[in-house]
């Protein structure tokens, strides 16, 4: 699969680097093994991982974690570039990155710190500072464990991933309709592996495409509001400032520096 990798930062413990994924047909891709344990964390675009007998979806606010000697294949979803911040460990280190594959979905505030981390990475690497286990830990401490999903929760995510900034009017019944079940019982399985309501979980992809955006300059603060499906650029202040604990201004002042 075409990529090109962009290291940002390697020391005794952990490697990190910025993979960019080019536009490719939504096919699978052949299958890879993972050479050292690693988290794969999201920073553009989705992208959907199949694990044995199992599939996850790299989206805006999902963490993948692949151990040593896993299997695995890529596909894309949609057919826009896509990128992602991934940290391996060192041979023999012993932390989170070693265990069994699992997956998490960040917090707003925990994903603003990474993607905060990240910048000042690709900026200045010296400046910036390592990224730590410790900051990982935090992170995926603030996160919520997700178990594999059954199909209706993968086509409900799929739905959800693909209209998050470019269809906002659509309703919870239209994610159930895709997802081939009743609202009902999408919601309740919704809820069961991932923690989050559907309405929670479109809320926390909005607010990460609203980071990537506002990181790529986005001025129009009224606009992106209209995108995301906010009822005002007010709507969105408070939803940001709720969640990340920043204004989207300041959020666009700290990504673009």
Do not use: N
């Not at 692949?66 to 695995?72: I, K, N, R, T």
């Not at 932390?95 to 505030?109: F, H, I, K, M, V």
């Not at 129009?220 to 995108?227: R, S």
């Amino acid at each position: 699969m075409p990529q090109d990798r962009t290291l940002l930062h390697t020391g005794d413990q952990l490697r990190v680097e910025r993979v960019v994924m080019h536009a490719l047909p939504p096919q699978w891709s052949p299958c890879y093994q993972v050479a050292s344990a690693r988290l794969v964390l999201p920073a553009r675009g989705a992208t959907e991982f199949r694990l044995a007998d199992q599939t996850r979806v790299l989206d805006g606010v999902t963490v993948l974690r692949l151990p040593p000697g896993q299997a695995y294949q890529l596909k894309p979803c949609g057919a826009a570039t896509r990128a992602s911040i991934v940290v391996s460990a060192r041979p023999g280190i012993d932390d989170a990155l070693a265990s069994a594959p699992s997956a998490w979905l960040l917090a707003p505030r925990a994903l603003w710190l990474l993607r905060r981390h990240w910048r000042a990475l690709a900026r200045d690497p010296l400046r910036a500072g390592p990224l730590t286990p410790a900051l990982l830990q935090h992170a995926l401490q603030q996160a919520l464990p997700a178990d594999p999903s059954p199909t209706a929760v993968l086509r409900a995510q799929r739905f959800i991933v693909a209209r998050t900034d470019t269809d906002a009017r659509w309703l919870l019944q239209d994610v159930a309709d895709a997802a081939c079940c009743s609202l009902f019982h999408l919601a309740r399985s919704f809820r069961r592996h991932t923690g989050l309501s559907l309405h929670g979980y479109r809320q926390r992809l909005r607010l990460a495409v609203a980071l990537q955006r506002l990181e790529d300059g986005e001025r129009d603060l009224a606009g992106l509001a209209h995108d995301l499906g906010f009822s005002s650029q007010s709507h969105l202040g408070a939803a940001f400032q709720r969640g990340l604990g920043v204004t989207p201004a300041q959020a666009r002042r700290e990504l673009g520096r």
